[in-house]
């Protein structure tokens, strides 16, 4: 062992008179992991209702979206769908039409947007047939059935087999029978989202025999950008692409943001704790002032007198890292398992805590950021250490 660290740690292990010293620093140690804890486990419950809210949306639209801006018919549509699976990372397809439709129960009136889909295509490039609590996907193969959300059931007070009128754009009207309920647990969704088979779509939406959108399913959800510009290279300039993440652009940048910002306030914790390391160093100083004097006598150079006190920071503050990343990752366990902590759910409408640790860079940061912020506090009070001449330390003693 080094001789610099050796007497750091004997330091830090003092006995008799100088208990005060250890207190202060098992307060310091505490002080350090409280803080790492703490930003461990609210960055872990955010990177858990991201991934969370993704999965939702990414489980309501496709990977990626090719548009047409004047539609496609049949002939046109299969051209596509055989460029588009060409590429190896492309799954599957299914065409579908969309728009606003006013729907009508009782006195009760609501815009919602009407998604007319081929059943058996559309099972395979979205999860609507696992979120269907009520009803069968394949009713949409009969005309004038629709699938409804949880939200939108109970706001109109609808259930499985009820009828509801609805209004198409061209002012037409349309009676609809409800074959499915189904619950993405997005409230957004669930309210403003609807699903007909693609004639009926397509008729109330003045679209003849035309397609509006091909939804594409890929291998990989993050490859969605690298795949949109391959199909862009073979596809003309009359058609639209859209991955998921530039179709949700605003939301996941808001998340992105509240995270960053949850980082930034909860490091503070961390800094003040810094402090605490500051005074037990500089009490450390005064009390050793004697024995920076011997040992500059006996030869020591002032660079390894600093080294002393910043390694003693350092293994302060690296006790206090281990300990607050062993609690913080103990703790999104135990949260992850037991789910001890429940939310309501009309409210958030999850009923847990949704809970993922990130060890790179979610984990790595942290560590990372208490380290650096540990090493800054050890600056001052080392270099004081330093300073001090042999003479005027053994001085008054």
């Not at 979120?131 to 706001?155: H, P, W």
């Not at 005074?279 to 050793?288: G, N």
């Not at 500059?296 to 390694?311: D, E, L, P, R, W």
């Amino acid at each position: 062992m080094k001789t610099e660290l050796f007497i750091s740690w004997r330091y830090l292990m003092t006995k008799r008179k100088e208990k005060f010293i250890s207190l202060i620093s098992i307060i310091s140690i505490l002080g350090v992991a409280i803080g790492v804890m703490a930003l461990i486990v609210v960055i872990a419950v955010m990177t858990g209702f991201d991934r969370d809210l993704r999965d939702k949306i990414v489980g309501n639209y496709s990977h990626i979206t090719v548009s047409s801006y004047n539609g496609m018919d049949n002939v046109e549509y299969a051209s596509l769908v055989k460029k588009i699976s060409a590429n190896p990372h492309v799954r599957a397809e299914s065409p579908y039409v969309q728009g606003q439709v006013l729907i009508k129960e009782g006195d009760k009136f609501l815009a919602v947007l009407l998604k007319g889909i081929e059943p058996e295509k559309e099972v395979r490039v979205s999860n609507i047939e696992k979120y269907l609590v009520k009803g069968n996907i394949k009713a949409l193969d009969s005309d004038n059935t629709v699938i409804i959300g949880k939200e939108l059931a109970a706001f109109l007070g609808l259930h499985l087999g009820s009828n509801l009128i609805a209004y198409s754009p061209l002012g037409k009207e349309y009676k609809l029978k409800i074959a499915g309920i189904f619950s993405s647990g997005m409230y957004d969704y669930d309210l403003n989202l609807t699903f007909v088979n693609l004639k009926t779509g397509q008729e109330m939406l003045g679209l003849g025999d035309k397609i509006s959108f091909i939804a594409v399913k890929l291998d990989n959800i993050y490859t969605a950008e690298k795949v949109k510009r391959e199909i862009a290279r073979i596809l003309s300039f009359d058609y639209g692409l859209k991955t998921w993440m530039e179709a949700n652009a605003n939301f996941f940048a808001a998340l992105k943001l509240e995270k960053l910002t949850m980082f930034i306030i909860l490091t503070l914790i961390i800094l003040v704790a810094s402090f605490n390391i500051v005074s037990t160093l500089i009490v450390m100083v005064v009390e050793k002032t004697k024995d920076i004097g011997i040992l500059k006598a006996m030869g020591m150079a002032s660079g390894n007198i600093k080294k002393v006190f910043t390694y003693q920071g350092l293994i302060i503050g690296g006790w206090g890292v281990f300990l607050g990343t062993f609690g913080g990752v103990t703790l999104c366990a135990l949260l992850k398992k037991y789910q001890f902590i429940k939310l309501p759910q009309d409210i958030y409408y999850i009923d847990r805590l949704p809970v993922y640790i990130e060890i790179w860079p979610d984990i790595f940061l942290i560590v990372l950021a208490a380290m650096v912020i540990t090493l800054v506090s050890t600056i001052y009070p080392a270099r004081k250490a330093a300073q001090l001449k042999p003479i005027e330390a053994l001085r008054y003693e």
